[in-house]
């Protein structure tokens, strides 16, 4: 049985990784080559250490009922929305909390990390690091790998002909800190994901003119949602899951389509999917009104570069740019390990839930961290340490390795023939994932039983947001203070914007208010009461009593 755990990396996931091993009473030894907790959270002027990191002006893009750590709430008075110093306060509150800085030994690089050679019998790895120019070695029955998803950025310099003919300046966003320095400047930023808008529109600020080039578009979602809520806590809820898997992926899409055109008619905003392209979705407040009032222009693709200018796909020129920042994405990679199995791992489909790497006898090497979701990526690296440390201690069992590789080996070969489509770098649907993983554990809570037990949660659990908290509900690391953390899950997010109280305030159109927020649950609860009550007077007519009971 594992005992001593190596844990590589101090950000989001290794801190999750650490606590999660003393909550299953193993030893975490975590290794963060920088000297600080926190990963691309911990903001510096600079990006010089080649890390990818957050910019100054960084907000996040999931609330904070729905990002936090499952028994570890944000205070009351956090803002539901958090620049990135605010975000990185609470990990280091979390950090203080669970008396975590002891495990992290800063300064220090994971080199490599290597199977003994009785991994088949013992599953124990040998790892080099390295300490201010000192080597050393150890050896673990375990290894959690929280290296990060945004290890390296992505460049592609060579899909874009005359590029370096360019005279001008050419970034990558990772070195993107501040505004500072592009004042009045002509800037192309190249690429539509959440970067490439937020600095489009912090640089239409000074710039003198900033284009937005896209082969995609995007769905550009907003943080405040109807009645200003915020909008992963409308959105993430159990029972909108449920239709979204009963209804027809063509309904689904209209409908999405729908509300999306609604707010904001991305055709006529130069924002729209283009044909054939897998839709994606950004969180950006301020790129309509950017676009509205022409201080951000959308382009296509850039068809080629000149010394001066860019030529898009559509025919038009932009003479006379500065700057072009590629606000293109990240690659990731896992230096420190041993072939196979470092390729093996920058393949999603051989990673068994996205966690465990199918090549392995022995099931003592976890990746926490290297998934997208479309929902908060703390959480969701949370519950893949829960699971993991469980599988090290044996208390939890995945299928064997050779299985695990001719079910992936058969997956891509279908991708290859164009039988299957290679989804494994879509983003994951959150409350499928976290309930596939949640269920491994046995931590998945069991909506028909709660709604007997404790229907006041029950609801709150089915038609209210799916936060972190329904995690620790029962099973393995069940938190006392779970049940409280969900009925109070809207007194914290209200809390920080209640900071003028009116008191003889009436409360306007609030008869038509709940109707909205709750019309829809009423409405399918209603319904599922209406099938099931036919369906039970059916059996009661059908079957004698005895056979029901
Ligand atoms: C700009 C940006 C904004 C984001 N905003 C959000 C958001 O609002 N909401 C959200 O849910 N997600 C967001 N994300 C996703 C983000 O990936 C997660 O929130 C989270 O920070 C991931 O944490 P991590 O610990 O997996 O990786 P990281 O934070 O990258 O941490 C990895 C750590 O591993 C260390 N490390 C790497 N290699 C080694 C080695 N060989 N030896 C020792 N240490 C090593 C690094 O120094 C680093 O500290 C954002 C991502 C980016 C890039
Ligand atoms: N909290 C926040 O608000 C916030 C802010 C920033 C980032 N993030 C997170 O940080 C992570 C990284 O985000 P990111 O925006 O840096 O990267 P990203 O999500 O990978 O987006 C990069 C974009 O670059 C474009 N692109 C990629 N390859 C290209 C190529 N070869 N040629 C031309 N264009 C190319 C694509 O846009 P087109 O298809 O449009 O061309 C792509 O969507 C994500 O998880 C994101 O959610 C969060």
Redesign the pocket.
Known sequence: MARRVAVIGAGVSGLSSIKCCLDEDLEPTCFERSNDIGGLWKFTETSKDGMTRVYRS????VCKEMSCYSDFPFQEDYPNYMNQGKFWDYLQEFVEHFDLLKYIRFRTTVCSVTKRPDFSETGQWDVVTETEGKRDRGVFDAVMVCTGH?LNP?L?LE?FPGIHKFKGQILH?QEYKSPEGFQGKRVLV???????G?VAVELSRTAAQVLLS?????WVIHRCSNGGYPYNMVITRRYLNFMAQVLPSCVLNWIQERQMNKRLNHENYGLSITKGRKP?FI?NDELPICILCGTVTMKT?VKEFTETSAVFEDGTVEENLDVVIF????TFSFPFLEEPLKSLCTKKIFLYKQVFPSNLERATLAIIGLI?LKGSILSGTELQARWATRVFKGLCKIPPSPKLMAEATKKEQLIERGVMKDISKDKLEYITYMDDIAACIGTKPSVPFLFLKDPRLAWEVFFGPCTPYQYRLKGPGKWDGARNAILTQWDRTLKPLKTRIIPDSTKPGSMSHYLKVWGVPILLASLLLICKSSLFLKLVQEFPLTSIW
């Open positions: 960084l907000v996040t893009n945004f992505h592609p899909s966003s190249i690429g539509l994901g959440n970067t490439g937020d896209t082969r995609t578009g995007a994606k969180v693709s606000t293109t994405g990240y997208s």
